[in-house]
C-alpha cells in the first residue's frame, strides 16, 4: 500500500556539506575552457561558491514538495514515486523512467504539462518512481537489481500498487531499457512505448545485414565509446573504487555528474543555456543526501557484467537478465533529440521494436524533459491519443 512522503533533508547534512565544499582542495588544470578534458575548473569553483552560498536548497525542497509524494513497499524494497492525477474524467495513466545522472526531477518540468487536459479532455496520471538505488528509493542490499527485474518491479507498482490495467511508458536512457523489459515481459500491460533512445544493449550483438545507415551509425557509436565512454567502464568494472571520492567530496560528486549535462544537452558551450544552477543542484543535493553515487553506478556494473560474462560463455545468452534482441510487439513511438548521446537510423530501431511514429527535433539533448519539456510532452501525447482512439 502507498504511503505518502514528504521530501526533508536534514540541517545537519546542508551545513556539514557547506563545510566540505568550504574545505575543497583544488587541482591544477591547463586549457580547459571548452570541457575537452572533463568539467572546467572555472566553471565548477563559481558553481561550488554559489552551492556553498547562495543555493537556497530549503526553497527548492518546498517546490518539490508541491508533487504528490509516496513509496510503497515492492519485493522487500520501498519504491519512492510521485502520483500526479491528471485532469479529467478518464486521464490515461503514464509510467516516466529516468536514467542517470539523476532521478525523478528529470521529469518534473514535464509532469504539468501531461496532467493538463487538452481540448478533447485528454490528459495522463503521471506514475515517476525513483529506480531502486537512485533518489529516495531504497538502495539495494543484494546483486541483481538489472533491467529486467526493475521493469518487474515498476509492472508491479502500476498494476497492483495503484491498480491501473493498462498504461502507457516513456523512458530514456536506463528508462528506455527498463521500458523495453516491460514490452517484452509484461505486454499485456500496457497500451504503447515511447522512448528517446534506443537500449544501449542492442549495440552488443552483431547486426545482420546491417544498411549503410546502420553501418555509419554503428561506427560513430564505436568512436563515442572510444572518446567519452570511460565513464561507463569505470562504473561497469570498478565502481566502489570511484564511489569513496565521490561520496566524499561534494566538488568531485558535482564535477562527475556536471560532466554529463554539459557533454550530453544541446547549450552551445555554456551549460546554462540549457539548466540553470538550481536545476543542477535539485539534481546534485539529491545525490549527495542519499548517498546514491554509488547505487546509482551499481546499475552499470550489474548489466554489463552480464553481459561480458554472456560473452565469453556460449552457453548463456546474450543478456541473461532480459530478452534483448527479441522484438517487443507493443506499438513505439521514438523522439530523437540532436545532442542527445546516439542518433539511430529508423531501421535500426525497427529491428527491435513495432515503430509507429518517429520524431526528429530540431534541437534539445539528452535530458529532454528538462530541456525540451513541450517539445516531448507534445509528442507523448500524440502518440498516446493516437493509440487511445485506435483502441
Keep these: 500500500m502507498k504511503k505518502p512522503f514528504v521530501i526533508d533533508i536534514a540541517q545537519d547534512v546542508i551545513e556539514d556539506l557547506k563545510k566540505r565544499l ?16 572533463g568539467t572546467s575548473k572555472g566553471y565548477l569553483q563559481e558553481f561550488c561558491t554559489y552551492w556553498r552560498q547562495s543555493f537556497d536548497w530549503k ?17 522487500g524494497l520501498q519504491v519512492h514515486f510521485v502520483h500526479q492525477k491528471g485532469e479529467g474524467e478518464m486521464p490515461m495513466p503514464l509510467l516516466l523512467t529516468h536514467g542517470y545522472p539523476d532521478c525523478h526531477i528529470r521529469f518534473l518540468k514535464l509532469i504539468p504539462l501531461l ?43 502500476m498494476e497492483k500498487e495503484l491498480g491501473y490495467e493498462r498504461f502507457f511508458a516513456h523512458g530514456g536512457d536506463w528508462g528506455s531499457s527498463i521500458t523495453e523489459q516491460i514490452a517484452l515481459y509484461y505486454p499485456e500491460l500496457l497500451w504503447g512505448i515511447h522512448l528517446t533512445d534506443v537500449p544501449f544493449a542492442h549495440g552488443m550483438a552483431p547486426l545482420n545485414n546491417p544498411t549503410h545507415a546502420e553501418e555509419k551509425f554503428q561506427k560513430k557509436t564505436q568512436l563515442w565509446v572510444q572518446t567519452e565512454g570511460a565513464y561507463a567502464s569505470i ?51 539529491i545525490y549527495w ?17 552480464a553481459i ?54 530540431d ?3 539528452h535530458f529532454a524533459a528538462l530541456e525540451q519539456p513541450e517539445l516531448l510532452a507534445a509528442d507523448i501525447r500524440q502518440f498516446a491519443k493516437e493509440l487511445y482512439k485506435k483502441a
Design 289 to 305: 543526501a542519499t548517498q546514491t553515487i554509488n547505487s546509482s553506478f551499481r546499475l552499470y556494473y550489474e548489466a554489463i557484467q
Design 363 to 365: 534541437h534539445g539533448g
Design 22 to 37: 568550504a574545505a575543497t582542495r583544488w587541482t591544477d588544470e591547463i586549457d580547459n575552457k571548452k570541457w575537452e578534458t
Design 308 to 361: 561480458m560474462q554472456a560473452t565469453y560463455n556460449p552457453l548463456v545468452k546474450l543478456n541473461p537478465f532480459d530478452r534483448t534482441g527479441d522484438k517487443s510487439e507493443v506499438p513505439a513511438a521514438f523522439a530523437l533529440f540532436p545532442k542527445d548521446i546516439s542518433h539511430p537510423p529508423r531501421e535500426y530501431a525497427d529491428r527491435f521494436f513495432q515503430v509507429q511514429r518517429w520524431t526528429e527535433m
Design 59 to 75: 526553497k527548492t525542497e518546498k517546490y518539490l514538495n508541491t508533487f504528490q509524494h509516496f513509496k510503497a513497499e515492492i519485493d
Design 115 to 157: 496532467t493538463a487536459a487538452d481540448d478533447e479532455g485528454f490528459s495522463f496520471d503521471v506514475v515517476v518512481p525513483d529506480i531502486p538505488g537512485y533518489g529516495f528509493s531504497d538502495i539495494p542490499a543484494e546483486k541483481g537489481m538489472n533491467p529486467k527485474k526493475i521493469a518487474g518491479l515498476f509492472a508491479t507498482l
Design 235 to 285: 562504473q561497469s568494472t570498478k565502481p566502489q573504487s570511484l564511489a569513496y571520492g565521490l561520496n566524499d567530496s561534494p566538488a568531485g560528486l558535482a564535477a562527475w555528474v556536471l560532466e554529463k549535462f554539459y557533454a550530453w544537452s544541446d547549450h552551445g558551450g555554456n551549460i546554462e543555456n540549457a539548466f540553470t544552477k538550481d536545476e543542477l543542484l535539485a539534481n546534485l543535493q
